[in-house]
């Protein structure tokens, strides 16, 4: 049944096209993870042409034909402002991504202690060094000295301010539901400090939140593994852990969470089962990769398409590839392995569907056995390392 999932550890797989979750029900079935079976942003909706509605009775329809019956979520993902809540409330969302990356003041990482003075007026600097700078230090994720408290309440304190009016509206609308907090698109990573900060504030705030999603250090592209120092990633992840452990209420999240074959073990050893991880376009290249095996030509169109929409679509993900560095004559569906191409066909999916939605939907239903298959063996490998 459709309904919070809390503190049980959680796997989103959103799902672009509407036609993956099928394939989504056989990988999570008997992994002990709970699904999010429809999961989809505001700025995916934009670029597929779909409702928050439609999002919902695609996962609906196919939950039913499977009849499966344990909890399963539906995520409205990085909701920016409180009016992109009514539709997915609704639509009966039961988790709600609250993102206030907009509100992040990124320059407080480097601005002078004078300039933080001038933009901290106003807000509650008496009251917050009173609370952070006389206590003991937190184990396991460092204490704040009066900068780097100024430079938190800078950089945080109106993204804090923005999600305690999401959360208060929201809480007008509905009873229940998950809440999660992510600032996983600001411009620098979240030290631990800082997700101790923004958890304790919201927690002060009223705020009940199920999860968080800090930005961690290094890069995590889309449908690709971790770029980055895992050694370092590895000390970071027990640090931002132990802050979780500190507060026991919430779960950690991992966006952009697919592919991440690196990544895993390491949220395992330090999180154990207090994680979410959200997936999305990884299941559109499998939906590609169905086409590359079995319709080759309209494959082909959609590869040409994406080189040519690459530059402009590229603008908002964090994606390295470059054009020039795909692997030279690979064979389809091999191409679908390719760091470069898997990128390129992951960004340039709104492209795509304006222009061939119709076709790429109907080969999928006919070869449905084959996108099943090949979704169950991806989502395999991913969960495999979670369980
Ligand atoms: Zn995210």
Redesign the pocket.
């Known amino acids: 049944m459709l309904s919070p999932l809390g503190l049980t550890p959680s796997f989103g797989f959103g799902d672009r096209l509407g036609l993956a979750t099928p394939g989504h029900i056989t990988a999570v079935k008997g992994t002990g993870l709970a699904p999010i079976f429809a999961q989809q942003s505001v700025r995916e909706n934009a670029r597929t042409g779909r409702t928050p509605k439609q999002v919902m009775d695609d996962a609906k329809r196919a939950v039913e034909a499977a009849k499966w019956d344990t909890p399963w979520g539906a995520d409205a993902?990085?909701l920016k402002t409180i009016d992109d809540l009514p539709p997915f409330v609704a639509a009966g969302y039961t988790f709600f991504t609250v993102?206030p990356g907009a509100h992040v003041d990124n320059a407080a990482d480097a601005d002078s202690v004078s300039v933080l003075q001038a933009k901290a007026a106003g807000q509650n600097w008496d009251e917050l060094s009173a609370l952070y700078l006389s206590a003991n230090g937190e184990a396991g994720f460092g204490k704040f000295d009066s900068e780097s408290l100024l430079r938190a309440l800078v950089k945080y304190g109106r993204a804090i301010q923005h999600t305690v009016g999401m959360y208060r509206r929201l809480s007008e609308l509905k009873d229940a539901f998950d809440f999660e907090v992510?600032v996983?698109?600001t411009d620098a990573p979240t030290t631990p400090l800082e997700h101790y900060f923004i958890a304790n504030e919201l927690t002060r705030a009223g705020v009940k939140f199920t999860s968080l999603?800090p930005r961690f250090i290094g890069r995590f592209e889309k449908g690709v593994d971790y770029i980055g120092d895992l050694a370092a990633l590895d000390k970071e992840m027990a640090q931002h852990a132990a802050v979780t452990a500190h507060f026991g209420a919430y779960k950690l999240s991992l966006?952009?969470g697919s592919d991440k074959f690196s990544v895993y073990p390491l949220i395992v050893k330090h999180w154990g089962s207090r994680l979410h991880v959200?997936t999305a376009g990884t299941s559109y290249l499998e939906a590609l990769r169905t086409l590359a095996m079995t319709e080759p030509v309209l494959f082909e169109q959609i590869w040409a398409l994406g080189l040519k929409c690459y530059d402009t679509d590229r603008a908002t993900y964090h994606v390295s590839a470059e054009p020039a560095l795909v692997s030279a004559g690979l064979p389809l569906p091999a191409l679908l392995d390719d760091f470069h191409a898997r990128e390129i066909l992951h960004v340039t999916f709104g492209s795509a569907l304006t222009q061939f939605g119709v076709e790429i939907k109907s080969a999928l239903v006919k070869h449905s056995n084959v996108y099943n298959a090949n979704l169950q063996r991806h989502f395999g490998k991913h969960l495999d390392l979670l369980k």
């Open positions: 993902d990085h993102d992510s996983d698109e999603a966006h952009s959200k």
